[in-house]
């Protein structure tokens, strides 16, 4: 779908990323507008997991451009080529994927095309994920024939394959590829031709991931239920993979250490009690967001950026330890979504907070002018909660 090159911006001084529409293809006008589509829907969104889009122009001699943000890095294919990926480096990864595409669903915006070359990953740890030329955008003109399919083999989901209408749940069968890819280091179906890989991809049940030694438990059926090969049988959502996915990466030392197999039940009692920790994210975030807006005169005009930093646990240690774990992602991430129009507040990812991270330490560190700290108590069926909002 396109030429990338390096550029720079002459007039910002920034290097900038130019994708440019193929020549043979500049007079196709249903390639150009898939072009065009790509980054309508890619500059429509604006989360730390997506690529930036500058600008979209012409040249003189009518080529089609894109300039996006140049990372410094890798992508994900790249990586594989070198082998396996640790599980927790492959469930960091997936995670910043899902939460990046939980922003492209929300406005109606579809990949459709996840794969390891359309993810990056950065120097400093950051997932992104690139070309959305294959999105599908809420209520725009299909530009893919009826009964075709569009994407990567490899990558596709049942639905796709087969040519019928997509949502969601695609891009959620795309993740579930990508994790297993990178933790078993070989993808979950495969064919030596492609009449051979649609038939794994219908019909064919991959090696569960729980053979291979240091994968988290449970984490194979987390993998299992996206690779389902029905849509409603997956996810009901890319957030509740996020949720899952981030309950294997706690914020907290004090819960890496839980290695032993009752982490599984515990993460799974996190997933069934889902809901309550969401309940508690948002009512925490709605008092710090009216904290926020009594100093929004000191702060109009200056950008903010907040640290969430691990919370301190009190009494029931392993349960209240899962409920702080799914707290800080989901603080992180609603946090990151307050629009308070008159200053720019951005939240620093939780995979970059450490977990002993201190506010000094943050400042220091990561360049935080905010932090968030606190401690969770469990008593019985009741959470305890507090919270200090640091200058």
């Known amino acids: ?57 012409e040249t003189d001699d009518e080529q089609l451009f894109i300039a996006m943000a140049l990372y410094d890095g890798e992508t994900l294919k790249s990586r594989l080529q070198r082998g396996p990926i640790p599980a927790e480096e492959a469930i960091r990864i997936a ?14 915006i579809l990949h459709r095309d996840i794969k390891p070359g359309n993810v990056m990953l950065t120097e400093h740890g950051e997932t992104v994920i690139l070309d959305f030329g294959l999105a599908k955008l809420s209520g ?14 490899a990558y596709m989901s049942p639905e796709q394959m087969r040519g019928e209408d997509i949502g969601p749940a695609t891009d959620i069968w795309a993740v579930g590829v990508l994790l297993y890819e990178m933790i078993a280091g070989a ?14 991809i219908l019909n064919e049940d991959p090696k569960p991931l729980s053979d291979i030694t240091g ?32 309950a294997f990466l706690p914020g907290s030392e004090q819960f890496a250490a839980l290695t032993d197999s009752s982490i599984g039940r515990r993460v799974s009692g996190y997933g069934r ?27 109009s005009g200056r950008s903010q950026l907040m640290a969430v930093l691990p919370f301190s646990v009190i009494g029931d240690a392993e349960e209240a330890i899962v409920y702080s774990a799914g707290l800080i992602e989901t603080l992180t991430s609603k946090l990151s979504r307050l629009d ?25 560190r990561l360049g935080a002018t905010m932090v968030l700290t606190g401690s969770l108590q469990m008593e019985g069926q009741r959470i305890r909660l507090t919270m200090n909002l640091v200058d």
């Open 95 to 108: 995670a910043q994927v899902a939460d990046g595409l939980s922003s492209a669903h929300k406005k109606g």
């Open 140 to 153: 725009a003109v299909e530009l893919t024939a009826s009964g075709s399919t569009i994407g990567t083999a």
């Open 215 to 246: 994968v988290p438990h449970g984490l194979s059926d987390t993998v299992e239920k996206c690779l389902a090969k029905q849509p409603q049988d997956r996810f009901p959502s890319v957030v509740d993979l996020r949720d899952a996915l981030n």
């Open 1 to 57: 779908m396109g030429v990338v090159y390096r550029g720079e911006d002459s007039r910002l001084g920034r290097p900038v990323a130019l994708k440019f529409l193929p020549p043979h293809l500049s007079g196709d006008p249903v390639a150009k507008q898939r072009f065009i589509q790509e980054a309508r829907a890619a500059s429509a969104l604006n989360h730390p997991n997506i690529c930036t889009i500058h600008e979209i122009g």
């Open 273 to 299: 009690k889902r809901r309550v920790v969401l309940g508690v994210s948002v009512a925490a975030v709605m008092i710090v967001a009216a904290i926020i807006w009594t100093q929004i005169g000191s702060l």
């Open 340 to 364: 308070l129009s008159a200053a720019t507040l951005r939240v620093i990812p939780a995979s970059e907070v450490s977990g002993s991270m201190t506010a000094v330490e943050a400042r220091e």
């Open 187 to 200: 993808r979950p179906f495969s064919g030596e031709y492609d009449m051979a890989l649609a038939y794994a």
